[in-house]
C-alpha cells in the first residue's frame, strides 16, 4: 500500500503508574490485551496502513519490547523440529513485523512530558509528515485509525487529529477541540483544543484521543518549546501546546474515527480492553459470554 506518509512515531517510554504494581517489572505496553501485547496492535495497525518507517521511542527497562520484535529464527526451528508449526508461524510473523515496519528504537533524552519522544523522533524525518500514535490505544475498526488519519491529511494537507463523539460528561478526561467548521465526512476545521474542561466550558462534544499527523511546522513549534524550557526549565513539553501554537494561525483539522477505542492506561479500561477483545475472539468469546450468564457453570473442566 503506497502512501504520502511513510513514517510513525510511538512514544513508549513511560512508566505506566497508573498500572502500578503491574507495571514495575513489564512495560505497560507489553501487558497482552488478547493475545497480543498492545503495542503490537499499534504497530499492525500502522504496518496495515503502510507505514515503512517505526521508531519506538523508549526508556530504560524497556527491553522486552525490543524482545518481542525482533526475529527469533532459533526458536522458530525449534518449534518447527518439534512439530509445533502454529506456534513457529506466530512467532514469524511477528519477527516479520520489525522486517516490514522497519523498527528502530530511540532513547528519550530531554524534558517531560508528550512532546519530547516526538521531537527526538523528527531529528530524523527531515521534512516529512509523520503519525504519532500512543502505544497503549487499541483501535478496532475496518479501516484502521491511522489510514484514516492519513486520508484526511490527503484532502487537506495539514495537520490532523484523531477525534471521537464524547458526552458532555466525560470532558473533563479529555482534551477538547474548539470546532471552526464541519467540512463533511467526519472533518472538522479546529482552532485549537481545550485540556479536560468542566462540561459547561466544553467547545464541541468531541474528544481528541490517540492519533496524530505532525507537520514539520508542528515540530518546530515543539523545538521552540524546548528550547524555552531550557531556558526557564520549568512547565514539561507537550503536543497539544505545540499544536494549539500551530492553530493560532495556521490550519489544523480534525477527523472523527469510525471504529471502536479502548484505552488500557488505567486498570478500569485496561479490563474493558481484555474483556472486548476475549468476546470477539472464536475461542474465548463463547466460554466468557458463558461465564457472564452463568458464573457457576462456565468453568472449563478437564
Not at 35 to 46: F, G, S
Not at 201 to 227: H, K, M, W
Request: with cysteine; proline share 8%; net charge negative.
Amino acid at each position: 500500500m503506497e502512501t504520502t506518509i511513510r513514517r510513525a512515531v510511538i512514544p513508549a517510554a513511560g512508566l505506566g503508574s497508573r498500572l502500578l504494581p503491574l507495571t514495575k517489572a513489564i512495560p505497560k505496553e507489553m501487558l497482552p490485551v488478547g493475545d497480543k501485547p498492545v503495542i503490537e496492535h499499534t504497530v499492525r495497525e500502522l504496518v496495515a496502513s503502510g507505514i515503512t518507517d517505526i521508531t519506538i521511542v523508549v526508556s530504560g527497562g524497556k527491553n522486552l519490547i525490543q524482545d518481542h520484535f525482533r526475529p527469533n529464527p532459533a526458536l522458530v526451528a525449534q518449534l518447527r523440529a518439534d512439530g509445533k508449526s502454529a506456534y513457529a508461524d506466530a512467532v514469524e510473523e511477528v519477527g516479520e513485523l520489525s522486517r516490514s515496519g522497519h523498527i528502530t528504537y530511540l532513547d528519550q533524552h530531554g524534558p517531560y512530558g508528550n512532546g519530547t519522544p516526538v521531537l527526538n523522533a523528527a531529528r530524523n524525518f527531515g521534512d516529512e509528515p509523520m503519525l504519532v500514535l500512543w502505544p497503549d490505544d487499541v483501535f478496532v475498526a475496518e479501516v484502521p485509525r491511522a489510514q484514516q488519519l492519513i486520508r484526511a491529511y490527503e484532502a487537506t494537507n495539514c495537520p490532523v487529529l484523531a477525534l471521537l463523539p464524547m458526552r458532555a460528561a466525560d470532558s473533563g478526561r479529555y482534551g477538547v477541540p474548539v470546532v471552526k467548521e464541519d467540512l463533511g465526512e467526519g472533518q472538522l476545521r479546529i482552532t485549537g483544543l481545550v485540556e479536560k474542561p468542566a462540561p459547561e466550558d466544553a467547545p464541541s462534544l468531541f474528544a481528541a484521543i490517540g492519533g496524530y499527523v505532525i507537520t514539520p511546522a508542528i515540530v518546530d513549534e515543539l523545538r521552540e518549546q524546548t528550547n524555552r524550557w531550557y531556558e526557564h526549565r520549568t512547565g514539561e513539553i507537550y503536543l497539544t501546546d505545540a499544536i494549539n501554537a500551530y492553530a493560532a494561525t495556521r490550519a489544523v483539522y480534525g477527523q472523527v474515527i469510525q471504529g471502536r477505542w479502548y484505552d488500557t492506561g488505567n486498570p478500569a479500561d485496561y479490563l474493558v480492553a481484555q474483556f472486548a477483545s476475549a468476546l470477539s475472539h472464536p475461542e474465548y468469546g463463547p466460554l466468557l459470554r458463558g461465564l457472564t450468564q452463568d458464573p457457576d457453570g462456565a468453568a472449563p473442566t478437564t
